[in-house]
């Protein structure tokens, strides 16, 4: 390890990780739950791999938390569906999305059409 400070970490993190996540908190959140700045937790994440292993699960558990509070949300109607929605799109995008497609098309449903045409004119010069 490079001369400085120690490290802060300790492998009973990535079990506190999980349940702070799996509460539906941030990882800004895990990291002032524990005093350190986020981009102290990112560090661990790249040095310690069971850590990183550890953040797989707890973005899954946090998912998991907000999808079970929208599902009470949809059953009770008691929540902020704009909140859960935000939440839900920003932890798993790939699922929580909305996908917009455009298709462009010619006449007909083929090719769009297109040219070029070139002019070409007599420059005037100085005379």
């Known amino acids: 390890m490079p001369a400085g400070r120690p490290s802060s970490y300790k492998p009973a993190y990535c079990n506190e990780l999980?349940?702070?996540?799996?509460?539906?908190?941030?990882?800004?959140?895990?990291?002032?739950?524990?005093?350190?700045?986020?981009?102290?937790?990112?560090?661990?994440?790249?040095?310690?791999?069971e850590f990183a292993e550890a953040y797989e699960i707890a973005q899954a558990k946090s998912v998991f938390y907000w999808e079970t509070e929208f599902k009470s949300f949809a059953k009770?109607?008691?929540?902020?569906?704009?909140?859960?929605?935000?939440?839900?799109?920003?932890?798993?995008?790939?699922?929580?999305?909305?996908?917009?497609?455009?298709?462009?098309?010619?006449?007909?449903?083929?090719?769009?059409?297109?040219?070029v045409e070139v002019t070409f004119v007599e420059a005037k010069g100085n005379e």
């Open 18 to 49: 999980i349940e702070c996540l799996g509460e539906g908190y941030t990882i800004k959140g895990f990291a002032g739950s524990i005093g350190v700045g986020r981009q102290t937790v990112f560090d661990w994440l790249s040095k310690h791999k």
């Open 76 to 115: 009770t109607g008691k929540g902020s569906p704009a909140a859960f929605i935000f939440a839900l799109k920003n932890r798993a995008p790939e699922e929580w999305r909305e996908k917009i497609e455009h298709e462009v098309t010619g006449k007909d449903g083929g090719s769009i059409a297109h040219s």
